[in-house]
């Protein structure tokens, strides 16, 4: 059972920073992409940051700037840092992964449970 553990979330003033991790678990073959999402009340699901195993990354337009992805191969985890953080950015944020499990299996996403970040004073 592949399982995706986010980690990081809480309470932070505007302007403040947080540091999201994402770790999956061992039984994995290979990892593509990683990325984060977030879904605030009443809205639908929206890509914040996605990278590839090669590094190459995506932002959505609204974090950049500000948001930084990055990833741990060796230890299949990926973080977000996030900066100047705004009201705005509150949300559940999920961990996503497309992940292959053995060598014959093809790559599935998989998400995490979510972790709440709230930017208020």
């Known amino acids: 059972q592949v399982q995706l553990v986010e980690s990081g979330g809480g309470l932070v003033q505007p302007g403040g920073s947080l540091r999201l991790s994402c770790v999956t678990s061992r039984n994995i073959f290979s990892i593509n992409v990683m990325g984060w999402y977030r879904q605030a009340p009443g809205k639908q699901r929206e890509l914040v940051a996605t990278m590839t195993s090669g590094g190459s990354t995506n932002y959505a337009d609204f974090v950049k700037g500000r948001f930084n992805i990055s990833r741990d191969n060796a230890k299949n985890t990926v973080y977000l840092q996030m900066n100047s953080l705004k009201p705005e950015d509150t949300a559940v944020y999920y961990c996503?992964?497309?992940?292959?499990?053995?060598?014959?299996?093809?790559?599935?996403?998989?998400w995490g449970q979510g972790t709440q970040v709230t930017v208020s004073s």
């Open positions: 996503n992964a497309r992940i292959s499990t053995s060598r014959r299996s093809s790559f599935s996403g998989y």
